[in-house]
């Protein structure tokens, strides 16, 4: 399994600019989640989805993002427009999640992608 | 919402010594607890996990104690090595959300 995957791992930008972040989580897995890591803030969930549907979006920091699951290997997160304090390392993890169990909840992160907005 | 306190936010041992990280956190309904490790320029990795119907579990050189009356819960390394330099994170979650909620990480660093 090539675990979760990101992309890109870098990326460099203008503010304004528009910026779109790609996840493609662990095959068979049905919960998917997108973290911003900051040093200030820390580890920080900025959307929850189960099933491809949006559960919690309530650390989504305001209307410039959005995130988007069109289906169960594939999500995306975009910042329109950029601003120099988007600036940080996001990460996407996924997990095999049952309600009512403890099955595992482990979730299993991407490598990240490095986003300079400057 | 859940909160999670952890602290302290840097820890420096010898190489040999014990570690402890201890955690907090408001929900008495979270009842699922991991540990990750973050290495530098490193994604989070789940290194240990404790649930409610469980007070303590070891693996290896990592322990996880779990308190529900006080609402707290430990990370214990013994016999730290080098490589144990890290940031280790801890976390709550409650069966019904499925969502973590993230201390603020303890940097550790083990002297050789």
């Known amino acids: 399994d090539a675990g979760v995957i990101q992309s890109p791992r870098h990326e460099v930008t203008e503010m304004g600019q528009e910026v779109t972040l790609r996840c493609k989580p662990i095959?068979?897995?049905?919960?998917l989640f997108w973290y911003r890591q900051t040093m200030m803030r820390g580890l920080e969930l900025l959307i929850y989805?189960?099933?491809?549907?949006?559960?919690?979006d309530s650390g989504m920091p305001e209307d410039r993002f959005s995130a988007k699951m069109p289906n169960a290997s594939f999500s995306t997160l975009k910042i329109q427009p950029s601003e120099p304090r988007d600036s940080a390392v996001y990460f996407c993890?996924?997990?095999?999640?049952?309600?009512?169990?403890?099955?595992?909840?482990?979730?299993?992160f991407g490598p990240g992608t490095r986003l300079t907005v400057t | 919402g859940e909160n999670v306190e952890q602290h302290p936010s840097t820890l420096s041992v010898q190489e040999g010594d014990s570690a402890v990280i201890k955690c907090t956190y408001s929900?008495?309904?979270?009842?699922?607890f991991p540990w990750y490790k973050q290495e530098l320029g490193k994604r989070p990795q789940l290194i240990i996990d404790?649930?409610?119907?469980?007070g303590e579990k070891k693996d290896q050189r990592i322990a996880v104690t779990l308190n529900k009356t006080a609402k707290h819960f430990s990370l214990h390394i013994t016999e730290t090595q080098p490589e144990d330099s890290a940031v280790y994170f801890c976390?709550?979650?409650?069966?019904?959300?499925?969502?973590?909620?993230f201390g603020g990480g303890t940097r550790l660093m083990v002297k050789p």
């Open positions: 993890a996924s997990s095999s999640f049952q309600a009512g169990t403890f099955s595992s909840y482990e979730q299993y």
């Open positions: 095959s068979g897995h049905n919960s």
């Open positions: 404790i649930r409610s119907n469980v």
């Open positions: 976390a709550a979650c409650y069966n019904a959300g499925n969502m973590l909620t």
């Open positions: 989805f189960n099933n491809n549907v949006p559960i919690d």
């Open positions: 929900d008495s309904a979270s009842n699922y």
